[in-house]
């Protein structure tokens, strides 16, 4: 049996975001004002430069401490503004047609699915649970938790020590050939590569246009 690794921005989950805007700074200083008082030019600048500070010092980052050290919080309250953030960021998020249907079928299959994602912990976990496709996957490997992220191979070898993944075959399913597709095929899996609404662009022929199930289905089990 086969061990799934999957990407979740662009490959399972549909989602749009927008960080830079003043519209959002406006709203997110606005929320803020009980922690500290600044303006919406000026949090933003300073967003970005801690997160560079913050970059030199590993190659993901967990952006909980950005906004300790912005606010200077305790742990649990930095928390809750990354959440805070995050909410009022997203324009929409949702899952692709036919995601629920495709890990439904492979875990009734046998198939022990796992997320591999360049992510927030403090996004993504909680979002998971909205989505209420959390409760699929074996193990759930975020970046922001590892310190180090796709490409770099040492993120899907942590995962797959972390995890304890012993199938013979792992399967790399992702939408961005250069983050998932290469460093997976670099260390001998098997990958399936979906071109979706969020994916980069690129020449790529050997890919699946959409999320359709019934065609990742066919190339997982051959």
Request: charge should be positive; include cysteine; hydrophobic fraction near 40%.
């Amino acid at each position: 049996m086969s061990a799934i690794l999957f990407d979740l921005y662009g490959t399972l989950i549909d989602i749009r975001t927008d960080e830079t805007g003043l519209v959002f700074w406006k709203t997110f200083t606005k929320k803020m004002k009980k922690y500290k008082r600044y303006e919406p030019n000026e949090l933003a600048n300073l967003y970005s430069s801690e997160c560079k500070r913050l970059e030199t010092e590993r190659e993901e980052i967990d952006i909980t401490f950005v906004f300790k050290n912005l606010f200077q919080v305790s742990e649990e309250i930095s928390l809750k503004i990354a959440k805070i953030f995050r909410k009022s960021s997203i324009k929409y998020i949702r899952l692709y047609s036919g995601v629920k249907k495709l890990l439904n079928t492979l875990v009734k299959k046998g198939y022990h699915l796992y997320v591999l994602s360049n992510a927030q912990s403090a996004f993504t976990l909680p979002e998971l649970k909205k989505l209420k496709i959390d409760s699929y996957f074996n193990g759930i490997a975020i970046s922001s938790e590892y310190g180090v992220k796709k490409p770099n191979q040492n993120f899907f070898l942590k995962a797959i020590e972390t995890f304890e993944i012993k199938e013979e075959e792992i399967i790399m399913i992702g939408n961005d050939f250069e983050c998932d597709i290469q460093p997976a095929k670099e260390l001998g899996f098997k990958t399936i590569f979906i071109e979706s609404n969020l994916t980069p662009p690129n020449e790529v022929l050997d890919k699946i246009i959409g999320f359709n199930v019934n065609e990742i289905l066919i190339r997982i089990m051959n």
